[in-house]
Nanobody, 118 residues
Framework: QVQLVESGGGLVQAGGSLRLSCAVS????????MAWYRQAPGKQRELVAY???????HYADSVKGRFTISRDNAKNTVYLQMNSLKAEDTAVYSC????????????WGQGTAVTVSS
């Protein structure tokens, strides 16, 4: 059974930091590209950042320079370090795993809520 379990969300003041974690089980983590998405109330889900199996990363313009995505293949975990948080970063953050080759498999976690107070 594939599981993606996010943690680390919470309430933080603007300018503060949070580190999200997504622990993955049931798949060969090292061959999956990993991503963080977020969905704010009343808005569509958007891509925040992704990291491919080789380690290259991509960020949404809105978080570039403030957020850092990383992965630890030994721990089957992907992280999102969020600094200089803004009120507009308030959302439910979910992690996603996509197979990097062969048949396409796509898995999602249930999300962790981040609230940034201004």
């Amino acid at each position: 059974q594939v599981q993606l379990v996010e943690s680390g969300g919470g309430l933080v003041q603007a300018g503060g930091s949070l580190r999200l974690s997504c622990a993955v089980s049931g798949i060969i983590f090292s061959i999956y590209d990993m991503a963080w998405y977020r969905q704010a109330p009343g808005k569509q889900r958007e891509l925040v950042a992704y990291i491919i199996t080789g380690g290259a990363t991509h960020y949404a313009d809105s978080v570039k320079g403030r957020f850092t995505i990383s992965r630890d293949n030994a721990k089957n975990t992907v992280y999102l370090q969020m600094n200089s948080l803004k009120a507009e970063d308030t959302a439910v953050y979910s992690c996603n795993a996509q197979s990097s080759f062969g048949p396409k498999f796509d898995y999602w976690g249930q999300g962790t809520a981040v609230t940034v107070s201004s």
